[in-house]
Protein backbone atom coordinates (compact mmCIF):
# COMPACT_ATOMS: atom_id res chain seq x y z
CA UNK A 1 0.00 0.00 0.00
CA UNK A 2 1.51 3.12 -1.16
CA UNK A 3 1.63 6.58 1.75
CA UNK A 4 -1.57 7.93 0.19
CA UNK A 5 -4.01 4.69 0.27
CA UNK A 6 -2.08 4.02 4.00
CA UNK A 7 -3.05 8.09 4.63
CA UNK A 8 -6.84 7.20 3.52
CA UNK A 9 -7.02 4.35 5.79
CA UNK A 10 -6.06 5.67 8.63
CA UNK A 11 -8.95 8.84 8.25
CA UNK A 12 -11.39 6.37 7.26
CA UNK A 13 -10.73 4.44 11.04
CA UNK A 14 -9.94 7.66 12.72
CA UNK A 15 -12.92 7.55 15.18
CA UNK A 16 -12.60 10.05 17.97
CA UNK A 17 -13.07 7.85 21.57
CA UNK A 18 -15.15 9.70 23.37
CA UNK A 19 -13.45 9.47 27.31
CA UNK A 20 -15.42 8.05 30.22
CA UNK A 21 -15.73 11.88 31.08
CA UNK A 22 -17.47 12.64 27.83
CA UNK A 23 -19.84 9.62 28.09
CA UNK A 24 -20.89 10.57 31.69
CA UNK A 25 -21.54 14.12 30.63
CA UNK A 26 -23.60 13.30 27.51
CA UNK A 27 -25.48 10.66 30.09
CA UNK A 28 -26.14 13.71 32.15
CA UNK A 29 -27.63 15.61 29.41
CA UNK A 30 -29.73 12.78 28.29
CA UNK A 31 -30.97 12.06 31.72
CA UNK A 32 -32.01 16.08 31.35
CA UNK A 33 -33.19 15.83 27.78
CA UNK A 34 -34.84 12.29 27.17
CA UNK A 35 -37.66 12.15 30.01
CA UNK A 36 -39.18 15.52 29.28
CA UNK A 37 -39.14 14.70 25.61
CA UNK A 38 -40.40 11.26 26.55
CA UNK A 39 -43.09 13.18 28.52
CA UNK A 40 -44.11 15.46 25.65
CA UNK A 41 -44.83 13.14 23.00
CA UNK A 42 -46.27 10.78 25.07
CA UNK A 43 -48.89 13.75 26.05
CA UNK A 44 -49.09 13.99 22.04
CA UNK A 45 -49.99 10.66 20.96
CA UNK A 46 -52.19 9.75 24.05
CA UNK A 47 -49.84 7.05 25.05
CA UNK A 48 -48.19 5.78 28.87
CA UNK A 49 -44.83 4.54 29.26
CA UNK A 50 -42.60 2.88 32.60
CA UNK A 51 -39.74 3.70 33.58
CA UNK A 52 -37.02 5.36 30.96
CA UNK A 53 -33.41 3.98 31.25
CA UNK A 54 -30.21 6.40 29.93
CA UNK A 55 -27.47 3.21 29.07
CA UNK A 56 -24.25 3.93 27.89
CA UNK A 57 -24.55 1.09 24.91
CA UNK A 58 -22.91 0.18 21.14
CA UNK A 59 -25.41 -1.88 19.89
CA UNK A 60 -28.56 -0.15 20.38
CA UNK A 61 -30.04 3.65 19.81
CA UNK A 62 -33.15 2.73 22.13
CA UNK A 63 -35.91 0.13 23.31
CA UNK A 64 -39.10 -0.33 24.50
CA UNK A 65 -40.04 -3.68 26.56
CA UNK A 66 -43.65 -5.12 26.55
CA UNK A 67 -44.36 -3.55 30.08
CA UNK A 68 -43.45 0.05 28.52
CA UNK A 69 -39.78 0.60 30.20
CA UNK A 70 -37.92 2.73 27.66
CA UNK A 71 -33.96 2.48 26.99
CA UNK A 72 -32.56 5.67 25.13
CA UNK A 73 -28.66 5.63 24.30
CA UNK A 74 -26.90 8.46 25.82
CA UNK A 75 -24.93 8.91 22.41
CA UNK A 76 -28.36 10.47 20.91
CA UNK A 77 -27.39 13.51 22.76
CA UNK A 78 -25.06 13.49 19.67
CA UNK A 79 -27.96 13.59 17.36
CA UNK A 80 -29.87 16.33 15.23
CA UNK A 81 -33.02 17.38 17.70
CA UNK A 82 -35.57 15.65 14.78
CA UNK A 83 -33.39 12.35 15.05
CA UNK A 84 -33.87 12.46 18.90
CA UNK A 85 -37.40 13.00 18.24
CA UNK A 86 -37.82 10.46 15.88
CA UNK A 87 -36.07 7.29 18.46
CA UNK A 88 -38.58 8.78 20.93
CA UNK A 89 -41.69 8.45 18.72
CA UNK A 90 -40.07 4.95 17.16
CA UNK A 91 -40.42 3.52 20.91
CA UNK A 92 -43.68 4.91 22.37
CA UNK A 93 -45.10 3.55 18.77
CA UNK A 94 -44.09 0.06 20.46
CA UNK A 95 -46.62 0.40 22.90
CA UNK A 96 -49.47 0.28 20.15
CA UNK A 97 -47.28 -2.50 17.90
CA UNK A 98 -44.25 -4.37 19.57
CA UNK A 99 -43.22 -5.14 15.64
CA UNK A 100 -42.13 -3.39 12.53
CA UNK A 101 -44.96 -4.20 10.94
CA UNK A 102 -46.78 -1.81 7.88
CA UNK A 103 -49.31 -0.38 10.91
CA UNK A 104 -46.30 0.35 13.16
CA UNK A 105 -44.66 2.66 10.92
CA UNK A 106 -48.15 4.06 9.87
CA UNK A 107 -48.25 4.79 13.23
CA UNK A 108 -44.16 6.44 13.18
CA UNK A 109 -45.50 8.50 10.20
CA UNK A 110 -48.45 9.99 11.77
CA UNK A 111 -46.46 11.95 14.20
CA UNK A 112 -42.74 11.90 12.08
CA UNK A 113 -43.72 12.32 8.51
CA UNK A 114 -40.26 12.34 7.46
CA UNK A 115 -39.48 9.28 9.57
CA UNK A 116 -37.60 7.88 6.18
CA UNK A 117 -35.03 10.50 5.72
CA UNK A 118 -34.30 10.05 9.75
CA UNK A 119 -33.82 6.39 8.82
CA UNK A 120 -31.23 7.41 5.93
CA UNK A 121 -29.59 9.62 8.58
CA UNK A 122 -29.24 6.57 11.15
CA UNK A 123 -28.11 4.60 8.54
CA UNK A 124 -25.39 6.94 7.38
CA UNK A 125 -24.36 8.28 10.75
CA UNK A 126 -25.52 5.66 12.97
CA UNK A 127 -21.97 3.20 13.01
CA UNK A 128 -19.95 5.97 13.68
CA UNK A 129 -21.37 7.52 15.99
CA UNK A 130 -21.59 4.35 17.81
CA UNK A 131 -17.93 3.41 17.78
CA UNK A 132 -17.23 6.35 19.75
CA UNK A 133 -18.34 4.63 22.43
CA UNK A 134 -15.25 2.89 24.79
ZN1 LIG B 1 -38.46 -0.54 16.72
Redesign the pocket.
Known amino acids: MDQKNAENNTKHEEIKKLTPSEIRALAEEALNDIPPRVSRWADIMGLTYGRITIRNQKTRWAS ?1 SSKGNLNFNCLMMLMPENIKDYLVV ?2 LC ?1 RREMN ?1 SKRFWATVEEYIPDYRDCEKWLKKNGESLMRRMW
Do not use: L, R, W
Open positions: CHEHH
